[in-house]
């Protein structure tokens, strides 16, 4: 059998070739249209078992195939598999666009949700068939024939781009490579970043080392090289990826067909051309359709008022950084390559630590435990390894894991993929690889429930060997919150208690609410009572001491200021961009992200920066007038976290509050507004102090 169409359990990774994807793409699709041509000509009255349920079966069969070859194209590319991949893409974005503008589907939704069994329907089920209605008409369905033709053929071409632009940046951060035979030219680069570099050049049978631009030899580098030279070509080259000035900084030649400037372009136009289809003034309106926000002015209202508040404290910080970078390490001119390295110093001579330093006490070994233990404990759920041998994975690094209740029965499972390597995409995410749903075929509601599957992904340096013994891989603390952050996610997935697919897990949650579990789990990181738990030193086992948690705490709103209006900045680009930005004007797109720097900036990266060629949350993912989401929740995450820190019980890994929190947002996936889930277990509507406090922000400084 094709490992694609064995939905018997989980994928068969080792098994999946790329000449299984077309045949599988193929069959799903001609087996869903000929399903759909059935309902189409079914002229009963529609009901949930006799339309809904079935289309929702068959495109679960679609969405699980699909994942798996999507995933692998994430974390296992290669030009094979990347060209089996493109070549299906199209055909199963025409797919959903079709169906999205099915007529006939379109009216047996309004027809069931006129009739008397929609009353009969759980919440859960009403919100599915309202969201489906939400999403014919955000789909095209009430467009006339012609326009459906331009819709579907706009939303074919805006995949490509989308698939495209993400090909470009991967390729573009492989093709450079510094390559350093000097070892004095690496003063200051922690060992075990060296022996990665060393190992990279090896492998590349070459002498001395090499640095890529993937983030744990990048930033790193950035952070701790003494030598400002080294420094600026990693930045030149990691801030012009992907754009027409990629082939000035890579020493591999030419890579101009990687550029995304035209892609940028040409996603903007088919987007606004796509809004005035749908009647919609920009796209922004359409992105803010499914979301908690309602119309773009809210948005930029409220990152303004974010704005405000942190342009004073980042004011001080760059004053500081620029005050200390002078007296003590003799620059008078602060440029970009230096700003991570500077900031490095100014940390350890204020908080008399580094990360470094810190980064000994958080191997992998004792992480991911921590972790486990922490999320145990709040939820009484129990998390074990499965053993590699027993289940088919893509990479070797690739493990598997299980959540079980209390009395043992599976909730679900998560993959954990957690190294950087070549031919993945950068970054961290969380995905669905099962989704829970109700499928029958058992007496008992309750064993007849699909346990969910997700994939959680990392880019951290993995374990090093040091002569014969190899050492755990070691994170930074930054790594620690970015890997409680993907888990956070996976968690919102796993733990939903909704049993019907379009609503369980993170399925139908607004997006700019969807971030809210993820930011809510970073919490954790600042807090002594995990942290003693988990952090451990990777040589001697020793506990982390309390003094330099109490540095590193005191430390935590170290530049707050710079980082939270950094954040703003992509926000409000992204926004503008899709509000009252002409696509079809003269001006560019980085053009409009200099004028919002000019506005809301307190440090102007050099000339070169292209930016905009590497945004791939917008131009590459689903974060299209959405990137204020992560500040939006932010607000929600922090405030929700609130309600652990007043607990009576005098501690913030309290069962109690844990369980509330279970039920009342991760539990009830998309089956309620986000806004309504909130309030279930704050008990009141969001506020934004909790959000400052964490931030640092409250008072304002003189």
């Not at 492989?174 to 492998?203: C, M, W, Y």
């Not at 002015?297 to 005050?323: H, M, N, S, T, W």
């Not at 720097?597 to 299209?624: C, L």
């Amino acid at each position: 059998m094709n490992p694609l169409l064995d939905f018997s359990g989980l994928p068969r990774f080792a098994e999946i070739r790329t000449e299984h994807i077309t045949p599988a793409v193929s069959q799903l699709l001609s087996d869903n249209r000929a399903l759909i041509g059935r309902i189409r000509q079914n002229t009963d009255l529609p009901t949930w078992d006799s339309f809904v349920q079935p289309l929702a079966d068959a495109n679960e069969r679609l969405s699980r195939a699909w994942g798996q070859v999507s995933h692998l194209n994430a974390v296992a590319n290669t030009p094979e598999l990347r060209e089996a991949y493109n070549a299906n893409l199209p055909l199963v974005t025409q797919y959903y666009a079709e169906l999205a503008q099915d007529q006939a589907l379109f009216e047996k939704f309004k027809e069931l949700r006129g009739g008397k069994e929609f009353e009969g329907l759980s919440a859960a089920r009403q919100k599915i068939v309202e969201n489906e209605l939400r999403d014919f008409r955000l789909g095209g369905a009430e467009l006339p024939s012609e326009k459906k033709a331009r819709f579907l053929q706009i939303q074919e071409e805006l995949s490509a781009l989308g698939s495209r632009f993400n090909d470009n940046l991967l390729d573009a951060t492989n093709a450079f490579v510094l390559h350093v035979e000097d070892a004095g030219e690496l003063s200051g680069i922690p060992d075990d970043v060296l022996q990665t570099a060393r190992k990279v050049a090896e492998r590349d049978k070459a002498a001395g080392w090499k640095f890529t631009l993937h983030a744990p030899s990048y930033l790193p580098l950035m952070q701790y090289a003494d030598n400002r030279e080294l420094r600026e070509k990693m930045y030149r080259a990691y801030s012009t990826r992907a754009s027409e000035l990629n082939a000035a900084a890579s020493p591999s030649g030419d890579t101009g067909n990687l550029d995304n400037t035209p892609l940028i372009a040409g996603t903007l136009e088919l987007r606004k051309e796509e809004a005035q289809l749908l009647g919609f003034e920009c796209y922004a309106e359409v992105s803010l359709a499914t979301k908690m926000a309602s119309t773009p002015a809210q948005v930029l209202d409220f990152l303004g008022e974010l704005a405000a508040k942190a342009r004073p404290y980042a004011e001080r910080d760059l004053k500081e950084l620029r005050q200390f970078a002078a007296d003590q390490l003799q620059l008078d001119t602060l440029e970009a390559w230096d700003l991570a390295y500077v900031s490095e110093k100014l940390r350890l001579e204020r908080y008399a630590f580094s990360e470094q330093e810190v980064k000994q006490y958080f191997p992998e070994t004792s992480v991911l435990p921590g972790m486990f233990g922490l999320v145990e404990n709040l939820y009484g759920i129990h998390i074990t390894p499965v053993e590699a041998t027993t289940i088919q994975l893509w990479h070797p690094d690739a493990k598997l894991f299980n959540i079980a209740d209390s009395e043992g029965k599976l909730i679900g499972r998560f993959y954990l993929d957690l190294y950087a390597r070549a031919g993945k995409r950068g970054g961290g995410w969380m995905d669905d690889a099962i989704s829970r749903r109700y499928v029958g075929g058992g007496d008992n509601r309750e064993y007849a429930v699909q346990a969910p599957v997700a994939y959680l992904n990392c880019n951290f340096s993995g374990p090093v060997s040091h002569g014969e013994k190899v050492r755990p891989a070691l994170f930074t603390h930054d790594e620690v919150i970015t890997l409680f952050h993907e888990f956070g996610h996976g968690l919102h997935h796993l733990l939903t208690r909704v049993d019907d697919l379009g609503v369980s897990g993170i399925h139908g949650v607004e997006w700019d609410a969807v971030e809210l579990p993820s930011q809510f789990m970073e919490n954790f990181c600042w807090e002594w009572e995990v942290i003693s738990r988990m952090a451990r030193h990777v040589d001697t086992g020793a506990s982390m001491p309390r003094d330099l948690f109490d540095k590193m705490l005191a430390g935590k709103n170290f530049q707050s200021g710079l980082q939270m209006l950094r954040q703003i900045e992509f926000a409000l680009f992204d926004m503008h961009l899709h509000f009252d930005f002409d696509p079809y004007g003269h001006k560019t797109a980085q053009q409009l992200l200099d004028e919002v720097r000019e506005q809301v900036a307190v440090i102007i990266p050099p000339g070169f920066n292209r930016f905009p060629n590497s945004f791939s949350h917008i131009f590459g993912g689903g974060y299209a007038a959405g990137y204020y989401s992560y500040k939006w929740a932010e607000v929600l995450s922090a405030d929700a976290y609130s309600m652990f820190e007043e607990d009576s019980a005098g501690t913030v890994v309290n069962s109690e509050t844990g369980l509330r929190f279970w039920k009342e947002i991760l539990a009830v996936g998309g089956s309620r507004p986000a806004l309504e889930s909130f309030i279930a277990f704050r008990g009141r509507e969001p506020e934004i102090n909790a959000l400052l406090r964490h931030n640092g922000m409250a008072p304002a400084p003189a």
